[in-house]
C-alpha cells in the first residue's frame, strides 16, 4: 500500500497551511517603514500607541523586537531582517510552486479510496484491475460481458473445475483470472464483435443514397488480410459493392477462433477503418428525428452505437478511467462515480459533524471535491488521453452532486439508506429498479396539471435533507416523479436530466454587469494585474535559478500559461452568452470583481496577513453590501460548486495570484 496516496491530505494541509494560514510573515520591509514613519510623526501623535500595537504585532510575525526596530541606533539591523516586496513576491512564487509540486494526480484519490477500502485483497494487481476485480466481486452489474470473456479463455481442465463450481466460488474462480491483459485487449477489442454485428445490421436497414456503401480499396485488402481466421472465409470473394454480405458470412462462420480473432490487431484495424469509412457516407445524408429536426446519419449512428457497444465495455470503461483520472462528457463519468461508491461502500453526509461522519467514506469528499474537481494537473500534463479522445472532457469542469437530478437522487437514497441493509449488488439493483419506475410514473403523471419546478440545485438538497431521503421506496418513487424533471437529457444519459446551471448563470450575468459597471469606474489596470502571474516568474528568472528552475518544468509553466489564457479569455468576454457557466469561468470572474470592489484593502495592514486575506476572499467580509461581502464560497455552493478547495491546484494560484496583486499594490500607498 502506497504511503504517499494515504498520506495525500496531511502531506497537503501541511504544506498549504504553512502557506496560506500559519505564514503571518507577508509583511514586506515596506510595511514596517511605513507604520514607524507614521509613529514618528507628530500629526498623528494621538493614533501612536494603536499604530504601536500593530508594529508590535507585525514583529511577533518575524520575532524580532519592536524596542530594538524603534531604536536609530538598530533600526537598520532589524530592518535587514526583513524582506523588502520584490524579495516577498519572490518567496510567494517559490511557496506556489512548492504547493504544486504536493499536488497529487486524480488517479491517486482513487488509489486512496481502493487501499482504504480493500486494503491488501489484490495489492498485487495495478489499480485498474483491483477496481474491476472487487465490482465483479461484490457486485452483477454490467459483469456479464467480462465473465464471458474470461469463460471462453478456459483450458478444458479449467472448464470442468469451472463447471463444478457454484455461487461464490464460481465468482472466486473468475476473479482469479482476471489480470491487465484484459484491459490490454478489452478496451480497443472486447466490443469487436458487437461493433461488426451493429455495422452489418446498419448496412442492411439504412438509406445510404443512390450509389450504397463502397469500400475502399485499402479498406477491401484489409478484410483480404483477416481471411486467415477461418478455412470458411476463404472461398467467399469480397465484392465492394456489397460489403455487408461479407459481413454476414463473417459473423455466420462457426470456424472462427474468436479470442484470437478479437485480440487481433488486423482486425481492429479492419472494424475502425470500416466505421470511419461508414461514418464518412453517412455523414451528408439527412433524416428528420422525432422532434422534427433535420440530423446527419451519422449523429444517429453515433448514438445508438454508445448503446450497443457500451454495455459490453461498461466495467473496463469504468476501471480505467477512474484509475487513470480520465474525465468523460454526456454524464458519462458521473455514471461510473456513483456505482464505484456503491461497490466500494462510501457514504453521503449531509453533516459532516455527526458522530458517525467518515471521511476516508465521504463520497462528496472523495470522489468529487478530490477527484473529479477542476482537474487543472491533468488538463495541462502531458499525459496521454485514453482512446475515444473526442469524448473526454476538454477542460476540466468540476461538476459537483446535482440534487436536480432524478438518478443522482436515487443514488443518495440509497446510499444514506443503511437501514436497507442491502448488499452493493442489491443496492445497484434496487437503485435501477427504481429508475425505471420513477420513468414510468413520471410518464403517467403527464396527463395531469404541470407542476412548476424550482431551478435552484440548493432548494433540491435542503428538501431531500428535510426527511425525505427517509420516505418509504414506494412514498421516493411518488415525490421524484412528482417533483423532478426527467427532461433535458438529450437522449444520451438520464445523468442529464435537469442538468441546466440557472443559479450559476444567474451569478455570471451578475458578476459580468458588475465588470462592466466597475469598467467605466476605476481604472482598467486593475482588472488585468491579476493576469501577471506568469510573467512575475519571467521577470524573477533572469536573477535567480530556483524560479529559472520552476520555468523549465514544462507541467507548471504550462499550467501558468493555461490560466493565464483563462484570465484573458474571460477578461475581453463582452458577450456573457458565450461565456460557458462553470466553476472555473465562475471565479475568475469573481476575482476580476473581487479586485474592483476590495481596492482598500490595499490600506488595509489588518488584511496583510495571508490567512486573513484569504478568509475575506472566501467568507467576505459581513458588510452585506456587496457582492463579495459574502464571500466565494456561498457562490459557488449555491451553484453546486465545491467550495474554494486547498487541494485544487485552480484555487491556490487564485489565492496567491490574488495575495501577489495586494502586496504589489502596496507600493501606491507608501
Not at 473529479?372 to 472532457?393: A, C, I, M
Not at 404541470?450 to 440548493?458: D, V
Request: net charge neutral.
Amino acid at each position: 500500500m502506497s504511503q504517499l496516496n494515504e498520506n495525500i491530505t496531511a502531506n497537503l494541509k501541511k504544506i498549504i497551511s504553512g502557506s496560506i494560514t500559519n505564514i503571518p510573515q507577508y509583511y514586506c520591509r515596506e510595511d514596517f517603514e511605513y507604520m514607524i514613519k507614521r509613529i514618528n510623526n507628530p500629526k498623528e501623535k494621538s493614533g501612536a500607541p494603536s499604530k504601536k500595537k500593530v508594529l508590535r504585532e507585525m514583529c511577533i510575525a518575524y520575532e524580532i523586537s519592536i524596542e530594538l526596530l524603534l531604536d536609530k541606533a538598530t533600526i537598520k539591523d532589524e530592518l535587514g531582517k526583513i524582506p523588502t516586496r520584490k524579495e516577498l513576491k519572490k518567496i510567494l512564487l517559490l511557496e506556489m510552486y512548492s504547493v504544486y509540486k504536493a499536488f497529487p494526480a486524480s488517479e491517486n484519490y482513487i488509489e486512496r479510496i481502493v487501499n482504504q477500502r480493500l486494503g491488501d485483497k489484490f495489492s498485487g494487481d495495478p489499480l485498474r484491475v483491483r477496481i474491476l476485480k472487487h465490482m465483479i466481486g461484490v457486485t452483477d452489474y454490467y459483469t456479464k460481458p467480462i465473465i464471458k470473456r474470461i469463460e471462453r479463455t478456459f483450458s478444458a481442465d479449467e472448464k470442468k473445475q469451472y463447471k463444478k463450481l457454484k455461487g461464490n466460488d464460481a465468482r472466486v474462480f473468475i476473479i482469479n483470472k482476471i489480470d491487465d491483459s484484459l484491459f490490454r485487449f478489452g478496451e480497443s477489442y472486447l466490443g469487436n464483435i458487437k461493433l461488426i454485428k451493429y455495422l452489418n445490421k446498419k448496412l442492411h436497414v439504412e438509406k445510404l443514397g443512390k450509389e450504397g456503401f463502397v469500400v475502399s480499396g485499402q479498406l477491401e485488402e484489409r478484410f483480404i488480410s483477416i481471411k486467415k481466421f477461418s478455412p470458411e472465409l476463404e472461398k467467399n470473394e469480397i465484392n465492394p459493392q456489397d460489403i455487408s454480405e461479407f459481413i454476414k458470412v463473417f459473423l455466420d462462420c462457426k470456424q472462427i477462433n474468436w479470442l484470437e480473432f478479437e485480440q487481433s490487431t488486423e482486425v481492429m484495424h479492419t472494424v475502425t477503418q470500416l466505421e470511419k469509412e461508414y461514418r464518412e457516407h453517412l455523414k451528408p445524408i439527412s433524416y428528420t428525428t422525432s422532434k422534427g429536426k433535420i440530423a446527419s446519419l451519422m449523429e444517429k449512428y453515433d448514438a445508438a452505437k454508445d448503446n450497443v457497444i457500451s454495455d459490453n465495455n461498461f466495467l473496463l470503461k469504468l476501471s480505467n478511467s477512474l484509475a487513470n483520472g480520465a474525465f468523460y462528457t454526456n454524464g458519462a463519468t458521473k455514471s461510473y462515480l456513483y456505482p464505484f461508491a456503491v461497490a466500494f461502500d462510501l457514504m453521503y453526509y449531509f453533516d459532516h459533524e455527526s458522530g458517525d461522519y467518515d471521511a476516508s467514506r465521504d463520497l462528496e469528499k472523495n470522489l468529487f471535491y478530490d477527484f473529479y474537481g477542476d482537474n487543472y494537473l491533468r488538463y495541462v500534463s502531458n499525459k496521454t488521453f485514453l482512446e475515444d479522445k473526442s469524448s473526454q472532457e476538454k477542460e476540466p469542469t468540476s461538476e459537483g452532486i446535482n440534487f436536480k437530478n432524478f438518478v443522482e437522487a436515487i443514488y443518495i437514497y440509497y446510499i444514506t439508506r443503511r437501514d436497507f441493509a442491502l448488499t452493493s449488488s442489491e443496492k445497484l439493483k434496487r437503485i435501477h429498479q427504481m429508475i425505471d419506475a420513477c420513468k414510468k410514473r413520471h410518464q403517467a403523471l403527464k396527463k395531469m396539471p404541470k407542476k412548476s419546478m424550482p431551478k435552484e440545485t440548493i432548494l433540491y438538497k435542503n428538501n431531500l435533507q428535510s426527511n425525505i431521503l427517509m420516505l418509504s421506496e414506494e412514498a421516493f418513487i411518488d415525490y421524484i416523479a412528482s417533483n423532478y424533471d426527467f427532461k433535458d437529457n438529450r437522449e444520451k444519459s438520464d445523468f442529464l436530466a435537469a442538468s441546466n446551471q440557472f443559479t450559476a448563470e444567474k451569478y455570471l450575468h451578475t458578476l459580468m454587469e458588475k465588470i462592466r459597471v466597475y469598467r467605466n469606474e476605476l481604472p482598467d489596470q486593475l482588472a488585468t494585474d491579476l493576469q501577471n502571474l506568469l510573467s512575475y516568474f519571467e521577470n524573477q528568472a533572469n536573477n535567480d535559478a530556483r524560479i529559472k528552475n520552476m520555468l523549465n518544468d514544462k507541467s507548471f509553466s504550462s499550467l501558468l500559461e493555461k490560466i493565464d489564457q483563462k484570465l484573458n479569455t474571460i477578461h475581453e468576454m463582452k458577450d456573457i452568452t458565450k461565456i460557458e457557466a462553470s466553476r472555473t469561468n465562475l471565479i475568475l470572474l469573481y476575482v476580476c470583481v473581487f479586485i474592483y470592489e476590495n481596492v482598500d484593502l490595499k490600506n488595509d495592514l489588518e488584511i496583510k496577513e495571508m490567512n486573513k486575506f484569504y478568509k475575506r476572499f472566501v467568507s467576505g467580509d459581513d458588510t452585506g453590501e456587496r457582492i463579495t461581502s459574502n464571500g466565494i464560497n456561498k457562490i459557488l455552493e449555491e451553484c453546486r460548486y465545491q467550495k474554494i478547495y486547498e487541494k485544487n491546484i485552480l484555487d491556490m494560484y487564485v489565492i496567491f495570484s490574488l495575495y501577489l496583486w495586494y502586496v504589489d499594490s502596496q507600493i501606491d500607498v507608501y
